[in-house]
């Protein structure tokens, strides 16, 4: 299975993409989490030693590799730059493991003006669509609020994309914006968590309030997230309440998307 986890900054996002990555796990599926964010935090969510991070380096960032690959040094602009560079050996190559989850850090997608292809996005793209058509293990894409790092080539091979928003009118307009951002690339298959949720009034405006999601569960508010972070360790550890919630979220995933997928032998069997 394939997700993509966005919202705005502080919703949540990290949080649920490292539950369910623990959660696929758990299940002994392997799995590889990329952090498409360009302050990147889901291995400190993870619970990666601090040594495996501080040697992890975003792909955005390594200039010459990306000269080498497109043709295109980072630095200029115009001239010839190779759509469809070779890809496959970078997710071996520059990321980290830790606990059965491999972790791959893409860094910021260049942003230039309309219709700027640059060899930097040429890459990340080639990157991203490589790992989506990986048939073998899990991908969880955590974005920021938008998709840019998807196009309309991969976002065909995404499962599904999961909005959070907090249960507030202006965090679900958030939601509303990354809804249409991600159809303008043709996902349709999106779905809404609810967030920090502190009772059942919040699970109701949730709900009430959707733009046109389906809501696939909800995240409760719970301390343990904080003192995951200030021990190093991840949520799945401390809180079993959230790591609960992320395994049924997961299991709407699966009723929603594809019933006869609903376990995991039978996930396992359709590759």
Same mark, same amino acid.
């Given at each position: 299975m394939k997700i993509a986890v966005t919202g705005k900054g502080g919703v949540g996002k990290t949080t649920l993409a490292s539950l369910l990555a623990y959660a696929f796990s758990s299940e002994g599926r392997q799995v590889l989490a990329i952090d498409a964010d360009p302050a990147p935090? !889901?291995?400190? /969510?993870?619970?990666?030693?601090?040594q495996l991070l501080r040697e992890l380096r975003p792909i955005a960032e390594m200039k010459e590799f990306i000269a080498?690959?497109?043709?295109?040094?980072?630095?200029?602009?115009?001239g010839y730059v190779r759509l469809n560079p070779r890809v496959d050996d970078i997710p071996q190559r520059f990321s980290a493991e830790h606990r059965g989850i491999r972790l791959l850090q893409l860094g910021a997608?260049?942003?230039?003006?309309?219709g700027c292809i640059c060899g930097r996005s040429a890459l990340l793209k080639a990157l991203v669509g490589h790992?989506?058509?990986d048939p073998g293990q899990v991908v969880l894409l955590d974005f920021y609020a938008g998709v840019e790092h998807l196009g309309r080539g991969t976002a065909d091979s995404v499962d599904a994309m999961l909005v959070l928003a907090e249960p507030t009118v202006r965090s !679900?307009?958030? /939601?509303?914006?990354i809804r249409d951002l991600a159809r303008d690339i043709q996902l349709d298959r999106l779905f809404l968590v609810g967030s920090k949720i502190a009772g059942q009034a919040d699970r109701d405006f949730i709900t009430a309030r959707s733009p046109d999601l389906p809501v696939a569960g909800f995240l409760s508010?719970?301390?343990?997230?904080?003192?995951?972070?200030?021990?190093?360790?991840p949520a799945w550890d401390l809180s079993p309440g959230l790591a609960?919630?992320?395994?049924?979220i997961?299991?709407?995933?699966?009723?929603?998307?594809?019933?006869?997928r609903a376990s995991p032998e039978a996930e396992t069997a359709a590759g």
């Amino acid at each position: 299975m394939k997700i993509a986890v966005t919202g705005k900054g502080g919703v949540g996002k990290t949080t649920l993409a490292s539950l369910l990555a623990y959660a696929f796990s758990s299940e002994g599926r392997q799995v590889l989490a990329i952090d498409a964010d360009p302050a990147p935090s !889901l291995g400190a /969510a993870l619970g990666f030693p601090e040594q495996l991070l501080r040697e992890l380096r975003p792909i955005a960032e390594m200039k010459e590799f990306i000269a080498e690959r497109t043709g295109q040094n980072p630095d200029e602009t115009g001239g010839y730059v190779r759509l469809n560079p070779r890809v496959d050996d970078i997710p071996q190559r520059f990321s980290a493991e830790h606990r059965g989850i491999r972790l791959l850090q893409l860094g910021a997608v260049e942003r230039g003006g309309s219709g700027c292809i640059c060899g930097r996005s040429a890459l990340l793209k080639a990157l991203v669509g490589h790992v989506l058509l990986d048939p073998g293990q899990v991908v969880l894409l955590d974005f920021y609020a938008g998709v840019e790092h998807l196009g309309r080539g991969t976002a065909d091979s995404v499962d599904a994309m999961l909005v959070l928003a907090e249960p507030t009118v202006r965090s !679900l307009a958030i /939601a509303a914006q990354i809804r249409d951002l991600a159809r303008d690339i043709q996902l349709d298959r999106l779905f809404l968590v609810g967030s920090k949720i502190a009772g059942q009034a919040d699970r109701d405006f949730i709900t009430a309030r959707s733009p046109d999601l389906p809501v696939a569960g909800f995240l409760s508010f719970d301390p343990e997230v904080r003192e995951s972070d200030r021990a190093g360790r991840p949520a799945w550890d401390l809180s079993p309440g959230l790591a609960a919630e992320a395994r049924t979220i997961l299991e709407a995933l699966r009723q929603a998307l594809e019933p006869e997928r609903a376990s995991p032998e039978a996930e396992t069997a359709a590759g």
